[in-house]
């Protein structure tokens, strides 16, 4: 059985720093391309960022570039998302899901496994 697993989520004042993580079970971590998307109240799921298998590639929202950092430790089949100069804008929850084929990673439609979602909300 497939299971992500995201945690790392929290209350966060403006400015301020989380690292989210997504812990990958029932799959060779190493196989899965992974995305991390997030979905605010009243608004679709938007896609935030994605890394390659063997971390060769990354992609980055525009609203992310420059504060959001994607990585992965194939060996503890982890996947990280570290968030830098937070901003109310950024409160959602936060999902990483898996796919095989590392194209068109922008469409939440092509990722096969979901983890349940994390928390987070950036507010003063």
């Known amino acids: 059985q497939v299971q992500l697993v995201e945690s790392g989520g929290g209350l966060v004042q403006p400015v301020g720093s989380l690292r989210l993580s997504c812990a990958a079970s029932?799959?060779?971590?190493?196989?899965?391309?992974i995305g991390w998307f997030r979905q605010a109240p009243g608004k679709e799921r938007e896609f935030v960022a994605s890394?390659?298998?063997?971390?060769?590639?990354?992609n980055y929202a525009d609203s992310v570039k420059g504060r959001f950092t994607i990585s992965r430790d194939n060996a503890n089949s982890t996947v990280y998302l570290q968030m830098n100069s937070l901003k109310p804008e950024d409160t959602a929850v936060y999902y990483c899901?898996?796919?095989?084929?590392?194209?068109?990673?922008?469409?939440?439609?092509?990722?096969?496994?979901w983890g349940q979602g994390t928390q987070v909300t950036v507010s003063s």
């Open positions: 899901a898996a796919r095989g084929a590392y194209t068109n990673v922008v469409d939440s439609r092509g990722y096969n496994y």
């Open positions: 029932g799959i060779i971590s190493d196989d899965y391309n």
């Open positions: 890394i390659s298998r063997a971390s060769v590639v990354t």
